[in-house]
């Protein structure tokens, strides 16, 4: 794990900042929203620090002759930022930059590895994500609870998506070319 979480994830220069797709949202009701947000030039800081926390279990064979091995990762560092247009009831949109720094948090990290197939990675978080928001080129505009809690939820969605998709396939290719005892 620490060959993968240390060398084989940094050959890929797109973990970190990883780029993510952007998106519209609306930032208050869910039902009705007069406050909608399109959010592009996101990018997820700090995958490249992630590490493991504490020992790792004891690999263990499964009767298919693969392997699993469970480990803790610690996340820290990480923070989503993008660019959002952010318009309320229908007037011309503000535009202004958006960076959410999550604290550090534990993830469940388990990996089956086995001859001549393609690892299966899997990455559960322990507890909620809950960031800190700050913004950047807000003008005469003030930070508010729907802002707080709407870029809040978006962040969140963003990096979770991020850690359960693009990241754990980045480690599923990195542990590829880790060589297992067999």
């Known amino acids: 794990m620490d060959a993968v979480l240390e060398g ?4 890929y220069p797109e973990v970190d900042p990883m780029g993510l797709r952007g998106r519209y949202a609306m ?8 406050w909608t947000a399109n959010i592009k030039d996101v990018a997820l800081v700090g995958l490249s620090q992630v590490r493991r926390a504490g020992d790792c279990a004891e690999a263990s064979a499964l009767p298919s002759g693969r392997l699993v091995v469970s480990c803790s990762l610690r996340l820290d560092a990480l923070s989503v930022r993008f660019t959002s247009a952010q318009s309320y009831l229908g007037q011309r ?11 550090p948090h534990l993830a469940s990290l388990t990996a089956e590895v086995g001859a001549r197939r393609y690892p299966v990675v899997t990455l559960k978080l322990h507890k909620k994500l809950d ?11 003030t930070e508010n609870e729907t ?8 962040a969140s969605d963003m990096l979770h998506r991020a850690l359960q998709k693009e990241y754990v396939d980045h480690l599923a290719d990195a542990l590829a070319d880790v060589p297992a005892p067999y």
């Open 27 to 34: 930032l208050n009701s869910w039902i009705r929203s007069d």
């Open 131 to 141: 960031p800190t928001i700050s913004y950047t080129n807000l003008g005469n505009l």
């Open 147 to 154: 802002m707080r809690l709407g870029y809040g939820w978006e």
């Open 8 to 11: 084989g994830v940094q050959k």
């Open 93 to 103: 949109p503000d535009v202004i930059g958006v960076t959410a720094t999550f604290p």
